[in-house]
């Protein structure tokens, strides 16, 4: 009996020390990464702050096989020794989340071709040089904006059936980074989702010349509050204008619409939805497709064109946030779910309709959407660049 037990022993311990032999061979096998992440601001900023989430979902989904680096607060135009930094540390992968970023990691992706880069909401990931390790990725985010557009149309439509306002008083404002084409097709999708409910409806573009600066925003916002708007939304990072709107004290009520993150704490009373960007799925897939040695393209579960990726409501990279149900009209719900399905099938065209526009950049290109535009046909960034003619109006900011 002895002897069997010994036996049993021994076997115990051949079996465990060779179970431990090939775990030992299997965990060598697993390829790991260093990933870089360079951000134009920090949490305090919703822009940056919805990138954080996505780092954080990654580091999440793939434990101590990925090494996260972050550097914060990186102005455009000063990127390149941070890139420089982040390569000297023996990243696998770097991920540079501002638009303006985009030349210096091309430059710099060329210079170290058996490294991967990728510019979220950059435009030159197919321009000349194509490069096989330079990325763009971003979400249709057009679709979320024109939701959205709906949600606040259905607030100034109760407001003018309650005779708080007029059909003529049915004004929204926009606060606005930039003149780019990220921006302008995204406040004119959120416009034609307001007029699909007010056909009155026209809107004031205020531009910041700046993404984040919370007093420009709030000063903007405020400028378009005195210009009696009844609904603003924003293209920039800080919370400045929802603070303008939840803190105006008239007579006739100013409601919000956000932007990167859920504004229903900071404004609780004039919040009415915001919409995001999700790059949880893409940085997540990307990782994985390095992690095993493969294409990032060939992994994307999204619309790939070249070197680039894109997807909206349907795959979940676009978002839409915190309906707050306590201010937004009834059936308000209702109406988001079944215009994110129709989207998500492809039954609806954003930009179409009886409107004539012309481009920022050439005053002899003219468009009608009488003929749909198909904003992402062939790049994640968008291109839409009209003004629309009569119902949308730039204006200068304040000297102050």
């Known amino acids: 009996m002895k002897r069997v037990y010994t036996l049993?022993?021994?076997?115990?311990?051949?079996?465990s020390l060779f179970s431990f032999g090939i775990h030992k061979i299997t965990r060598g096998d697993e390829k790991h990464l260093k990933v870089g992440f360079i951000f134009v601001g920090d949490e305090i900023t919703p822009y940056t702050n919805n990138f954080i989430k996505a780092r954080d979902h990654v580091k999440?989904?793939?434990?101590?096989?990925?090494?996260?680096?972050?550097?914060?607060?990186?102005?455009?135009?000063q990127v390149e020794s941070h890139l420089q930094e982040l390569v000297d540390e023996g990243c696998d992968y770097i991920i540079a989340a501002s638009y303006g970023y985009g030349p210096d990691v091309k430059a710099i992706a060329e210079q170290y071709p058996d490294i991967q880069f990728c510019v979220p909401t950059g435009d030159n990931a197919n321009s000349d040089p194509v490069l096989p390790?330079?990325?763009?990725?971003?979400?249709?985010?057009?679709?979320?904006?024109?939701?959205?557009?709906?949600?606040?149309?259905?607030?100034?439509?109760?407001?003018?059936?309650?005779?708080?306002?007029?059909?003529?008083?049915?004004?929204?404002?926009?606060?606005?980074?930039?003149?780019?084409?990220?921006?302008?097709?995204?406040?004119?999708?959120?416009?034609l989702g307001v007029q699909s409910m007010v056909p009155e409806a026209t809107m004031i573009v205020k531009y910041t010349n700046t993404w984040s600066s919370y007093s420009l925003e709030k000063q903007a916002a405020n400028e378009l509050i005195d210009e009696n708007c009844v609904v603003i939304s924003q293209h920039s990072d800080t919370i400045g204008p929802v603070t303008a709107c939840e803190n105006a004290k008239l007579e006739i009520p100013v409601y919000h619409v956000g932007y990167n993150q859920s504004m229903t704490d900071i404004a609780p009373?004039?919040?009415?939805?915001?919409?995001?960007?999700?790059?949880?799925?893409?940085?997540?897939?990307?990782?994985?497709?390095?992690?095993?040695?493969k294409k990032i393209e060939d992994c994307i579960?999204?619309?790939?064109?070249?070197?680039?990726?894109?997807?909206?409501?349907?795959?979940?990279w676009v978002r839409i946030l915190d309906l707050n149900e306590t201010v937004a009209p009834s059936g308000t719900k209702e109406m988001v779910e079944d215009t994110i399905a129709k989207l998500s099938k492809g039954e609806l065209e954003v930009?179409?309709?009886?409107?004539?526009?012309?481009s920022v950049f050439d005053p002899n290109d003219r468009i009608d959407l009488n003929s749909p535009y198909k904003e992402n046909a062939q790049s994640s960034s968008p291109t839409f660049c009209y003004i629309l003619d009569d119902v949308i109006s730039m204006e200068e900011m304040n000297e102050k």
């Open 8 to 15: 049993c022993i021994i076997t115990c311990l051949v079996m």
């Open 60 to 77: 999440e989904v793939y434990g101590d096989r990925i090494e996260c680096v972050t550097i914060y607060n990186v102005a455009e135009g």
């Open 133 to 191: 390790n330079y990325h763009n990725c971003f979400g249709e985010i057009y679709q979320g904006r024109y939701v959205c557009g709906r949600v606040a149309g259905m607030k100034i439509k109760q407001m003018i059936e309650k005779n708080i306002i007029t059909p003529q008083q049915a004004k929204v404002g926009y606060v606005a980074a930039f003149p780019l084409p990220e921006v302008i097709s995204g406040y004119t999708a959120f416009y």
């Open 269 to 293: 009373t004039k919040s009415l939805i915001s919409c995001c960007v999700d790059y949880s799925y893409y940085f997540e897939q990307s990782i994985g497709a390095l992690l095993h040695d």
């Open 301 to 316: 579960d999204g619309r790939t064109y070249g070197q680039d990726a894109m997807a909206g409501l349907d795959k979940g």
């Open 351 to 358: 930009f179409s309709g009886p409107f004539t526009g012309v």
